[in-house]
């Protein structure tokens, strides 16, 4: 059985097209991301600006084109935080389904959890109970789970898109900038840090921002950055301390000159990164690890039973 699967987050828009065998194996035969930035300059008015409405379209006509040549027995397509809160939300979905005959189905914060725990637990191996992050553009999901089952999750307003959105950080950052987000962390997540923490002591981090962390290290650490097929790896705690430092002191125009840094990603990598340290230090987290697989890779495995 082909599928083809569209993600539409807030900052990035996935196409993911495979083949699954008989046995429940698996063939990816294509995979792609585009910066479509859905939520630019409009995640604190809760708006698709015009801009991004375009962007939006034409990148789901192209995906489209693509899912015609691949003809799939299924085709799923998901939107998350930005256009859950998009006042135009509905337009947007509208004209998906008019230009493409795509239906995009949008998604809570609860669902889109529920995804990414089905893939990240088929990238990592979880040894106990693990605490598994999702940062993304409008919303970050936290996951409390186990290899068998989700013992708690939620969605919380805190992408990385939103905090840009909403404190406005100088270039580099500035302790003073540090501290409001932090500051603001600790009252959204105060309850999560009372419940779990000292339960909690390993995190996967999902996608995105993670594995360009994960790269980010390697590269700092002169090592070969992960393969393409590599689905999971460890972050050693001293090479992300490392990354998040020289994250913090830098300029957009030395992040665009780091290697193993995508240009899409040298805005939000640094507010994602500041919510990641947050988590660390104050759940006492011993190890960080990072999924390659994350949403889109869970609604393929959901919909093929395995």
């Known amino acids: 059985?082909?599928?083809?699967?569209?993600?539409?987050?807030?900052?990035?828009?996935?196409?993911?097209?495979?083949?699954?065998?008989?046995?429940?194996?698996?063939?990816?035969?294509?995979?792609?991301?585009?910066?479509?930035?859905?939520?630019?300059?409009?995640?604190?008015?809760?708006?698709?600006?015009?801009?991004?409405?375009?962007?939006?379209?034409?990148?789901?006509?192209?995906?489209?084109?693509?899912?015609?040549?691949?003809?799939?027995?299924?085709?799923?397509?998901?939107?998350?935080?930005?256009?859950?809160n998009a006042g135009n939300g509905q337009l947007f979905i509208d004209a998906v389904r008019q230009e493409t005959g795509i239906k995009l189905q949008v998604i809570d914060g609860n669902r889109e959890a529920e995804l990414?725990?089905?893939?990240?637990?088929?990238?990592?191996?979880?040894?106990?109970?693990?605490?598994?992050?999702?940062?993304?553009?409008?919303?970050?999901?936290?996951?409390?789970?186990?290899?068998?089952?989700?013992?708690?999750?939620?969605?919380?307003?805190?992408?990385?898109?939103?905090?840009?959105?909403k404190f406005k950080p100088a270039d580099p950052m500035t302790t003073e900038n540090i501290e409001a987000m932090e500051s603001w962390f600790n009252e959204i997540f105060s309850s999560f840090i009372s419940e779990w923490k000292g339960k909690i002591t390993v995190l996967n981090g999902s996608a995105g921002s993670f594995e360009t962390l994960a790269v980010l290290a390697s590269c700092q650490q002169s090592e070969n950055p992960p393969g393409t097929n590599q689905i999971s790896g460890e972050i050693s705690l001293e090479a992300f301390r490392s990354v998040f430092t020289n994250l913090l002191h830098s300029t957009r125009e030395e992040r665009l000159k780091m290697k193993g840094l995508p240009e899409f990603r040298a805005d939000m990598i640094v507010p994602a990164?500041?919510?990641?340290?947050?988590?660390?230090?104050?759940?006492?987290?011993k190890k960080l690890r990072w999924s390659a697989y994350s949403l889109k890779e869970g609604m393929l495995f959901e919909s093929a039973g395995i």
């Not at 990238?123 to 290899?147: F, H, P």
């Not at 990164?273 to 987290?285: E, K, Q, Y």
Request: net charge positive; with cysteine; proline share 2%.
């Open 273 to 285: 990164t500041v919510l990641t340290n947050f988590f660390i230090s104050r759940m006492d987290i």
């Open 1 to 84: 059985m082909k599928i083809a699967l569209i993600d539409c987050g807030t900052n990035t828009f996935h196409l993911l097209i495979a083949e699954v065998k008989a046995d429940n194996t698996v063939q990816f035969l294509v995979k792609e991301q585009v910066p479509v930035m859905l939520g630019e300059g409009g995640l604190s008015k809760k708006e698709i600006s015009e801009s991004a409405f375009k962007r939006g379209l034409n990148c789901l006509k192209n995906f489209n084109a693509v899912i015609q040549k691949a003809n799939p027995d299924k085709l799923m397509a998901y939107g998350t935080a930005a256009l859950r």
């Open 116 to 165: 990414i725990y089905a893939g990240v637990k088929k990238a990592v191996k979880m040894d106990g109970i693990e605490l598994i992050m999702d940062i993304g553009g409008g919303s970050t999901e936290l996951i409390v789970a186990d290899q068998n089952k989700i013992h708690w999750l939620k969605s919380y307003p805190a992408g990385a898109a939103l905090l840009r959105e």
